[in-house]
């Protein structure tokens, strides 16, 4: 591990979002939302579908980042940012519902079970990376920052949450909220997540292109395979605390799953403590240590 804080805070899990959480580019996915609500053109659509699929097939290596950021920043420049807002908040659940992989939802739940901040770590904008991390329950957002002036996009960037920015993010996260790095777990797909995956304790491969398997398997990095969608309206997450009945609602949860997750572990024979989903799971959602 590269980087680590001092061991003597507590474990966050850190998740990169495209391709880790959710199965394609997150920006490029609200592209027909945006043509809807008059911010792209018919053929930027089809141009950003193509790019949804190189992306898909191809993974993000530094060259496609590159090549992504900058047709984002083009496509972006002269946007109202309160419609971009409006537009993704209409359309949440609509666009990213089918996209989201259902062990990911499950490995988010057993973090926070397990008394961890969930953390999303993404090179998309902000604009689009909060709400869904509002939606998945995430503890923190780490997102790109676009510049604006006068209520537009001016096809700037102010923070590009890329690379090495993304564990510079991290280890400033660990100091302000009192993470152990030596203790945390990143999750993500790509080779250039190299820098944050070597920031923890415990990362994980999940999908990873060519290159980042073949460091993973280098390095003794478990690698994990995401393929199920699920709808997140139809899937019970734990109520943010605030209410008596949320507050309710979330002990009677965290009871039930904890007998579960505890029954689990005693006849896998997992180490306690260790997210199920994440405990030496190495196969496809038919493998018999896989679960929904």
Do not use: C
């Not at 996915?29 to 950003?48: D, K, Q, T």
């Not at 971009?84 to 079970?113: C, F, K, M, N």
């Not at 260790?274 to 493998?287: E, K, Q, R, V």
């Amino acid at each position: 591990m590269n980087g680590a804080a001092p061991a003597s805070g507590r474990p966050a899990a850190f998740f990169d979002l495209d391709k880790t959480i959710i199965a394609t580019s997150s920006t490029l996915a609200f592209s027909r939302p945006f043509r809807a609500g008059g911010l792209i053109s018919r053929r930027a659509v089809l141009r950003s579908a193509y790019a949804r699929f190189v992306y898909y097939v191809g993974g993000a290596d530094h060259d496609q980042m590159e090549k992504m950021r900058q047709f984002l920043s083009a496509l972006s420049t002269g946007w109202d940012v309160q419609t971009v807002r409006g537009i993704v908040a209409e359309t949440l659940h609509h666009v990213v519902d089918p996209l989201v992989y259902r062990e990911a939802v499950s490995l988010i739940e057993e973090h926070h079970l397990a008394g961890h901040d969930v953390v999303i770590v993404s090179a998309s904008g902000a604009e689009v990376v909060e709400p869904i991390g509002e939606m998945l329950g995430a503890d923190v957002v780490v997102a790109t920052r676009m510049r604006i002036s006068a209520g537009r996009y001016t096809g700037e960037i102010d923070y590009y949450a890329y690379g090495e920015n993304k564990a510079a993010a991290m280890r400033a996260l660990a100091e302000t909220n009192g993470y152990d790095l030596a203790r945390s777990y990143a999750y993500s797909d790509s080779v250039t997540d190299l820098q944050m995956l070597a920031a923890v304790g415990h990362p994980y491969a999940v999908n990873p292109d060519r290159d980042l398997r073949r460091e993973a398997v280098a390095r003794g990095w478990p690698v994990l395979v995401f393929t199920r969608p699920v709808a997140l309206r139809r899937r019970l997450l734990l109520p943010r605390p605030g209410t008596a009945a949320a507050l309710a609602a979330a002990v009677g949860a965290v009871v039930a799953a904890t007998v579960y997750l505890a029954a689990a572990r005693r006849s896998r024979g997992r180490p306690a403590g260790l997210p199920s989903t994440a405990a030496g799971w190495t196969g496809p959602p038919s493998a018999p240590a896989a679960r929904g």
